[in-house]
């Protein structure tokens, strides 16, 4: 789709919304209603509890500026967007806070990130992980993605985490529409306190493939000789059980063992910088 001078931006469309209400919330509002859109049916009751509080209108003007946004990025390709428009939407207008806020400019994380990437492990080392222990929205994970060749990319499983919500919807938002496969988790990194995590959908269906290819060899010799299209058909139904079962675990505490697992991966981290 082209754009012209007159189509609307994304900031354009926030800012009306902006005209009547605060603007943190504002901003608040169109990350959770996006993030919850784009997982794929597994964070509806966030959805309708976060909706419920706008007009009618003033969600079709979110509806927009998602689709604004989208196309901003298209013409960027892993470039944190969110990031910049909350700093200069939400955080410095009508006086808000900064509370200690700062998101890493792009050119910085670009760098750091061919700085980490050095040589891509060869595909018999399995998934490439990343820990990201102060997210923001995203950038520097974007960063190291593009940094990385494609077939490496679609190896990368990220853990985020961040102590602002906004924070870890805006991260949310950007990996699910760059295909990351991401869990991101609300909690003080420094604490290791964990309050609450969110799984995208290529991380749910990139960690439960097996089951999808398991499929093949679960029937028996009747539906072995079944076409092809009525074998595939079952997959659906496959795919809605994934979906419910992620749902159950969406917006809940990491488990005790993937705590454990975010805890050694920092600690590793800090060896590293030391």
Known sequence: MKTTKDTPTFRSLIEQLVRRHDAYKVFAAFTHLTACALAHGTREP???DEAKQWERDELEIFSHALGALVME?????????????????????????????????????????????????????????????????????LAYAQALPADARRRLRVTAIDI?????????????????????????TLRMEFRASWRNIHWIFRGNLHLL????????????????ADHLATMPNLAKAVIVSAAEGQGQP?????????????????????
């Open 46 to 48: 966030e959805y309708l």
């Open 73 to 141: 990025m298209e013409a960027r390709p892993f470039t944190d967007l969110l990031g910049g428009h909350y700093m200069d939407l939400a955080l410095s207008h009508k006086g808000q806070q900064w509370n200690g806020e700062f998101h890493t400019p792009q050119p910085i994380c670009e760098l750091m990130a061919r700085m980490i990437a050095g040589d891509t492990p060869p595909p018999d080392d399995g998934p490439i992980t990343l820990c990201e222990p102060a997210c923001g929205a995203g950038a520097m994970i």
């Open 164 to 188: 602002s919500k906004v924070a870890c919807d805006m991260c949310f938002i950007n990996t699910t529409l760059w295909g990351i496969p991401a869990e991101v988790i609300h909690g003080d």
């Open 213 to 228: 290819a398991g499929l093949a060899d679960s029937g028996n010799a009747e539906e072995a000789d079944a076409p092809e």
């Open 254 to 274: 990491p488990s005790r063992q993937k705590t454990e697992q975010i805890k050694a991966a920092l600690g590793q981290q800090m060896m590293d910088f030391s």
